[in-house]
């Protein structure tokens, strides 16, 4: 049975930060690209970053290009967002997302696989 599991969200003041964690199981995790998406409420599910299968490859949206950090252990079968300089905007539900492919991706369709979501509220 294949899992994401999310974990490292809160409740953190503006310019603070946080590190989320996404471990997966039950598909051979090194074989995937990972993605970290958002939704805030009322909005559409907005990409965040993507890290091919070995992670020497990463992609970020504008929005958190230079204050956010995609990383990935697939020892451990863990993704990371190490997220820095945190602002109001940057409230949303964090998904974890994996694509059946080496390459990552923007496009939130082209993922297999997602994480039931952790919670990220930056208080100004």
């Known amino acids: 049975q294949v899992q994401l599991i999310e974990s490292g969200g809160g409740l953190v003041q503006a310019g603070g930060s946080l590190r989320l964690s996404c471990v997966a199981s039950g598909f051979t995790f090194s074989s995937f690209a990972l993605g970290w998406f958002r939704q805030a409420p009322g909005k559409e599910r907005e990409f965040v970053a993507s890290?091919?299968?070995?992670?020497?490859?990463?992609d970020y949206g504008d929005s958190v290009k230079g204050r956010f950090t995609i990383s990935r252990d697939n020892a451990k079968n863990t993704v990371y967002l190490q997220m820095n300089s945190l602002k109001p905007e940057d409230t949303a539900d964090y998904y974890c997302?994996?694509?059946?492919?080496?390459?990552?991706?923007?496009?939130?369709?082209?993922?297999?696989?997602w994480g039931q979501g952790t919670q990220v509220t930056v208080a100004s």
């Open positions: 997302a994996a694509r059946w492919d080496p390459r990552g991706i923007r496009g939130s369709a082209e993922y297999d696989y």
């Open positions: 890290i091919n299968w070995s992670g020497d490859w990463t």
